[in-house]
Every structure is written in C-alpha cells, then in structure tokens.
C-alpha cells in the first residue's frame, strides 16, 4: 500500500485499512502532506476534489479539481430548439432549476423584443416559483452542511422541509426537479386547481419550522464554534474573486439583483435583503436564514396577485408565433396537450395542425444578436449568454454560474487555516457541481 | 417594385441545411435549418442612456467600434489593448467596472479573420451599470492576453475559455484545461467539433463512438 515515487512516499487507501496507514504515516518523518479529498467524499457536495498539501493539521495549499460532471449542455443546446433548450439549462444547477430556467429565458425574450410583452401573470408566477426554489436550495445548503459535521438533525429537519416545497413544485409543474416549466414567452402551465391553497399552507407551517431550524443552530456552541471566524473572505477578495450571493452579503454589502436590476417585476414587490457583517460562515449562514424569511414574504405577495388582480390572466405571451399553441392538461398519462387541442388540430382545423408541427419540430426564428441577463440565484449572480445568428436554435450559450466563480475562493478561504474547516468553507460557498461543470 | 411586395431584407439571409442529418453525432434526426442574418456591426451615435458616458469616459483607441443592441452595450477591444482598457474600465472612478462576471467564448467560422471571440460581461456596483467587452482573434493565431491581472476571477473562466475553443490567453497563471480531462484532444465547443461520433477517451482507455461499437442485436 505504501511506494516510493519521485515526489515522496505514495500512501494507498483501499478500505479498511485505516490503522495500517495511521501508523505507516506516524512512523515517516516528513511533516509535509498532500492528500487527495474528493471526487468520491460525500462532504464536498457532488464530485469536487480537493488536493490539500498539509503541514500538520494546517493547509498550506488548497487546489481545486473540478470537471467530474462535465456533461457538454451548452454544447447539446446548439442541437435544439430554443424551446428544447429549456429542458438542458434546468439540469444545470439542479437544486435551483427554476433559476436557470428564468435567465435562459429573459435572454431569449430579450433577444425577441418581447419583455414588454410577457404577461403579469406569467411574471408573478416566476417570482413565486422563484422563491420558493430559493428556499428549497438554502434548505438544502443549511442542511447539508450539519450533516457534514457530524450533525444529523439539521439534515433530517432540512429535507423534511424541502419536502414540502418539491411537493408543491410537483403538484405545480408534475415534476420535484429539472422541470423546465418556464418557456420563452411565460410558462408552460398556469397554476392547477389547488396549489394556491397548498402554497398557503406552506407559508403557514414554514415561518415556525426556520424558527425551529433557529432554534438548533443559532446559538449551539457546536455549531457556532465551527463556523464562526471561520473560512473569513472579505469584500475586497469577494469583488477580485467576482463572489455574489450570500458570501457577498456575508461581507456587508447589500448587492442583489433583484433590488439594482430587477427582473420580472421584482421592483413591485416589499422585501429586505439580508446582509452581515462577519465575513464568515457563520455569517453566510445567517444570510441564508433571513433570504428564506424574505422570500416566504415575496411568495405571500405574488400569491396575493394571483388570486387577486391577475386571477384568469394569460400565461404565455399572446403571439402565435411563439408562444406554444397546445394548453396543456394533466391526463390519466401524464401532463400533455390538452383534449381539446388534439381535437381542435386533428380535427377542425389544417392551419393549426401546421402552425403547430411547424413550430414544435422547427420552433420559432431568433434575430440574430447576444444578450445577458442575470438573476439572482440562492448562489449569486446567474446569468445566461445567449447568441442567436437568426436562426431556430441557439447558436450559443454560455452559463455564468456562480457555483464555478465561487469555488474559486476556496484557497483564500482555506489556506492557513485547519484541514477541518476546509468542510465549512466549501459548504459555506454551496456548491452544485451540476452548475459548475455544466 | 410595386409597394405590395414584402419588404426585402436589407442584408441577404443564408439559407442552408433541412430535415435529415448525416455526417454528425447528432441524434435529434434534425439538421437544422440554418437561416443567418447577420447581428448589428456598429450603431451610431448617440448611444442613448448611459451609454455615451461610459465610451467617452473610456475613450481609448482600443475600442474598434461600439454596438448597442437591445438595451446592452458592447464595446469591441481590439486584442493589442484588451488589458490597458479593461485596468481603464475597473480603476477609472467615472467608470468603475469593479466586478466581472468571466469569460464567454463564442465560435463564428464565417467571420474570416476574427472567428474566435472572448466575451467579458462587467458590472459596476458603484454606478449599477453594465458593459459587454468582445475581443476577437483570428482562427489562425489564436492568442488574446489574459486579463488575470485586472480581474483575479478570470483564471477559471480564461482557462474554460481556452478548454472549449483552443483560445490562447497569453500571461495566464497556469492555462490548463479545466472541464475535459487534461490529455483531451481538441476543443469541443468549437463550430467545427461534431456533437457526437467521438470515441470516449480518459486517460488512455477508450470506449468507441456510439456507431462503432458492438451490436447487442
């Protein structure tokens, strides 16, 4: 298990042989340590590696490999139509699906000229799907990241929870991830008989289940001496490393893009944005709780809109030329066009069986150009690049992911500091490899 | 021409391709139908909004030419100059582009001489302004300096940019590939690179491309 390479001793683990390799690297005499963490450790959220040099318990030097999930999205969105394409960016940054989905699309209606013409439902609806994805995902974050320190309570409360927004998500959508419900031009569905009633349920039970999340962790020494002072990244490293979303707002600046540049109607609505002054993890995490409370506010207000002045309003734009002819209706199969439009193109009507094969198979034309616009993911700044030539399909699309820009810092936050909190400071950045290598 | 023609389209459009593919890995059983006009060269001025601000600020003989498009703004760098007006571009107080959001790579093989282009998307937090800056660089001598220096951030996105379309960024700290696996050959996302088709390599094994692999029939 152990030989001799050019740059020193190469230690081998295959399992159950801990012991044997504890005191193979006592009885050495050399300080110096690197270890390889990762792709396969369940503590680096996905397939992250981690290669650590070690001088004793402290890192001197933390690299980051990434690259184990490369999957070719952009490339495959070049192959489909630029309604196919939302189906590809959903997979993305899997634990906030909703989010790639909405920056695909206002690049593609920007690309159109058709922002002004989205209708208000179809906008509320995103900010409400919006934000209960962003609760899911910080759920996700806060819960995972008890259990990689040995806790297990925060993560069986975390999913719990999650639970009931991917139920909702389900019950909206028909699917609990990769939903590819928002289309150029508003959504794919309105909202089903029910959810309205199942999302008020939620913003009943939810406030007490983050108080009770609080209520652990806020001020459990375990926790707090494992995060607090720990993983410290400031503003000026935040901007040089081009860091957004909580470890941002964790360095005290209040920098979100749905205040500064808002998108489907975030300007209409009331909420805070959280921020700390820590510059820890301790801090990221305070963002993440009080992100959850905002966003349970903007879903209260959105849901006030849906039932109120937008109620029976559209949800996809009203050009024929873009917006999906077929009304979809939940059958005994599945979610699919709607009996009547099968019958409406099958029977009644040539043009609309045409106009309908023609832009399903061959999809809508885009005028050539690029646009960006970025949303505020539960990770920070997500923004789509996204180039037409004027054709059906993209010509090309680049996802900014914050996830790839984030886990930049990981050796400003790591280096110096002990190999235990290397679990923090990757956890505190959140992840989601799917995101990151795209 | 009489006036109840339909307008003719100022710039011609190429029209290429149809149902049915061959050749390519692509499995959709559609090749496309490629209609291609081309996006707006230049826009004259006045650029409108902040715009006319942000160029006589920068007002440097890098930028070739400037393109507002649907409300963004591009600035066209030529490559020689890309590192002094993107320092301009973060350090001037007027204008203050102190985040970037990284590199986008795109491929147009049509445009002979400038086929390969970097795209940098700034943001200034100070002004709460955006700017797209798009440096092109010739097929045959792919190199653009690596903007590291101004914009830490740019490490990992130069070295994607140079994994998935073979652009050299001259300066970079340690340019690697960063997605495919280091002995990877060619740059996938590169116009020319076919979807599919390619065998499968990691680290000398090889699994062949999907038609040429065994049948199980």
Redesign the interface.
Known sequence: MTQEATEGKVYDVAGQDWDKLTEAVAESSEERLVINMGPQHPSTHGVLRLVLTLDGETVTEARTVIGYLHTGIEKNLEYRTWTQGVTFVTRMDYLSPIFNEVTYCLGVERLLGIEDRIPDRAQAIRVLTMELTRISSHLMAICTYGMELGATTPFLYGLREREMVLDIMEYITGLRMNMAYIRPGGVSVDLPAGAVDKIGELLKVMPERIKDMRKILDANPVYTRRTKDIAYLDLTGCMALGITGPVLKAAGLPWDLRKSQPYCGYETYDFEIATEQTCDVYGRYQVRVSEMEESLKLIEQALDRLTGPLKNQPVMIEDKKIGWPAQLALGPDGLGNSPAHIAHIMSSSMEALIHHFKLVTEGFRVPAGQAYVPVESPRGELGAHVVSDGGTRPFRVHFRDPSFTNLQAVPAMCEGGYIADVISAVASLDPVMGGVDR | MSDNLPEVPEQP?ARTGMFGTSGTG?T?G?G?????????VSSPRPYGSYFDEIVDGLDHEGVERVVV????L?LHVAREHLVEVMKKLRDDPALRF?????V????YPHEAGSELRA?Y?L?S?TH?R?V?VECATPDSDRHIPSTVSV???H???ER?TYD?FGIVFDGHPGLT?????DDWEGH??RKDYP?GGIPVEYRGAEIPAPDQRRSYA
């Open positions: 459009i692509d959709s559609y496309g139908l490629v209609v291609r006009r081309p996006a707006p498009d649907r409300g963004e591009t102190e985040l970037s959001l990284g986008s790579g795109v491929h795209v998307h943001c937090i709460n955006r797209r914009y830490p951030t490490n990992w996105h994607e998935f590939r960063i997605e495919m696996p996938p996302q979807l």
